[in-house]
């Protein structure tokens, strides 16, 4: 279904439901989301491969996706899933619950606005799950009058401020620190299985290697309460959507070799100046070479000879990600009803309950 309206700056939104033959992201629509999450996008979440691969997976989900034009320009766009609780119909964000952060994308002011007002328009709550504290479009329903919100400050994300001149590990981690991964690396050469790290970053490469990546996927999850997400069914969108990004040019895969055995793998996606990392695979067998710490070290280098000057860590927290980081921002969560709901201040605490037990089982278990 298509609906429109319009405000003194001639935006029009159009709410876009599922049709019988299942098709909720026409080609053209799927360019525009295109072009727009690379004007404004932080994220890979942002997608549209990221999101409709995701729908896929989920396919008892209501999708409702609500784009705002500016004449035949796409201005904002945010990718729904809803729900219905009795009278009640709660949005979530394609893709929530598997472990990117997320984001609504919109160009300005004016559309972000015209988005919000078009959704409580129809008294659509929503539970945006890890979302980017930046995201000028979250900050809008939290503050306006339309709305009443409550705010879960989530959990940190770690990020990398690469440095711009010298050898990329300095800045970042001591002097002694160095030292030791450059011995961890001798010991290993003098074992005849000498350290390689590699950065993959096509297509061709990806196929070529996936099934040790996947392999190694399932080394690392081997044993612990995690979720192996280069398995099918989740394994085939991962992969989707990998190739989509590294014919766009915007992948990079580090992967750590013992001798000839892979190790360890970590898989960032580039939006803009920021590689954003999205899972990480260690063989259990290779701790002691310090496989994170070696791929790090390469990748920094890395980043800054193709200009990216940022890399996000991902959601949460650990020793790895805290001896490397430079600064941080919070995955939140916002549950929020239009104030025309009835009862709304009431309802908002039961339907983040609600909502977060949903899910709380799946999202436990993504963790890097």
């Not at 990546?213 to 992969?239: E, H, K, N």
């Not at 959601?315 to 916002?334: D, M």
Request: a positive charge; hydrophobic letters at 40%; aromatic letters at 6%.
């Amino acid at each position: 279904m298509t609906a429109t309206g319009s405000d003194s700056q001639k935006l029009s939104v159009r709410f876009h439901g599922a049709p019988r033959s299942g098709a909720v992201c026409t080609d053209r629509l799927w360019e525009q989301w295109l072009d727009l999450a690379d004007r404004v996008g932080r994220h890979v979440a942002a997608r549209p491969e990221y999101s409709i691969g995701s729908l896929r997976l989920r396919r008892t989900r209501r999708p409702l996706i609500v784009t705002v034009h500016r004449g035949g320009r796409l201005v904002a766009l945010a990718p729904f899933v809803v729900r219905r609780y009795g009278l009640l119909r709660i949005a979530r964000v394609m893709g929530d619950d598997l472990g990117m952060v997320s984001e609504i994308l919109a160009e300005d002011d004016a559309a972000v606005s015209a988005l919000w007002s078009a959704v409580a328009g129809r008294r659509i709550g929503v539970h945006l799950d890890e979302m980017d504290e930046r995201d000028p479009a979250l900050r809008h329903v939290v503050d306006s009058p339309r709305w009443r919100a409550s705010v879960n400050p989530g959990r940190p994300v770690m990020v990398i401020d690469v440095p711009q001149t010298g050898p990329g590990a300095v800045g970042l981690r001591s002097r002694g620190s160095r030292r030791r991964l450059r011995s961890t690396r001798r010991d290993f050469d003098e074992a005849g299985t000498p350290l390689s790290i590699d950065i993959l970053s096509t297509a061709d490469q990806l196929d070529a290697n996936w099934d040790e990546m996947a392999r190694l996927s399932a080394a690392g999850v081997s044993g612990q309460d995690r979720t192996d997400y280069l398995a099918p069914p989740l394994g085939d969108l991962v992969r989707s959507v990998l190739r989509r990004e590294a014919k766009a040019g915007r992948l990079a895969v580090a992967t750590l070799a013992v001798g000839r055995t892979a190790a360890a793998q970590l898989f960032l996606v580039r939006s803009k100046n920021t590689f954003e990392g999205w899972l990480t695979h260690y063989d259990p067998e290779f701790a002691d070479a310090q496989p994170g710490h070696q791929m790090m070290e390469s990748l920094v280098d890395h980043a800054r000879e193709i200009g990216v000057d940022r890399i996000d860590l991902g959601v949460g927290t650990n020793g790895f990600k805290e001896a490397w980081t430079t600064g941080e921002y919070r995955a939140v969560t916002v549950t929020a009803l239009p104030t025309s709901v009835p009862g709304a201040a009431l309802l908002v605490p039961v339907l983040r309950r609600l909502e977060s037990f949903s899910l709380g089982g799946l999202v436990a278990r993504v963790r890097r």
